[in-house]
């Protein structure tokens, strides 16, 4: 089960693997170059995981410059993950040696994502500018929830509850075994705990 409280948040920052990307302002497409090492056996394996929300941070003192479109590069990272919905950008934007510039192409993923967009320009304390992006990752428990059951269920018998109650907004994956429950529609809060119950199907033995 997701943990989307406050004290549980731990963002995701993308980071280049070459030494000669470091000062890089391509950094959606730095991003995706970084996902495309999770495949099995690759340097990245289990950085992505079911279930998990994956927050990039775009952090950056001058206009983001990747070459593509900022739709590409989401999409790209989107098909990286087990549910598109588990992505989402922010970007802190800043000072160069020009004056104070926009993020272009990180302002407008974050934007794509539901992701917060933050200048340091505007004076605000860092702290302040984490405590934010860290309350997008927070925010995200009042939308859609995946939780990957640990046994083959027969559905008839799945019962998710909450607070004591029924739930009815939830969907079930037989083939991802992916349990998807719309917390804006049940009304629930930041890390509140979901109770999951079911019979466990059994394989036919001769």
């Known amino acids: 089960m997701r943990d989307y409280s406050p004290e549980a948040i731990a963002p995701l920052l993308a980071y280049g693997l070459l030494p000669q990307t470091q000062g890089t302002r391509a950094l959606l497409s730095l991003a995706v170059a970084t996902l495309e090492r999770t495949d099995a056996g690759d340097c990245l394996e289990g950085f992505v995981r079911d279930g998990a929300q994956l927050h990039v941070v775009l952090l950056t003192r001058g206009a983001e410059s990747s070459p593509d479109s900022t739709a590409s590069y989401v999409s790209a990272l989107q098909a990286r993950l087990p549910d598109e919905v588990d ?102 809060t930041v890390g509140e705990p979901i109770e999951v119950s079911y019979l466990e199907a059994l394989a036919c033995q001769e």
């Open 87 to 188: 992505l989402v950008i922010s970007a802190i934007t800043g000072q160069d040696a020009g004056g104070c510039v926009g993020g272009g192409k990180a302002v407008e993923a974050a934007t794509l994502t539901g992701g917060e967009a933050l200048d340091v320009c505007a004076g605000t304390p860092w702290e302040t500018l984490w405590a934010q992006v860290a309350g997008v990752s927070a925010a995200a428990g009042s939308g859609v929830m995946t939780h990957i059951l640990e046994q083959e269920p027969v559905e008839a018998t799945l019962s998710v509850r909450a607070e004591g109650r029924a739930l009815s907004a939830w969907t079930y994956d037989p083939s991802t075994r992916a349990l998807r429950v719309n917390g804006e529609t049940e009304g629930l």
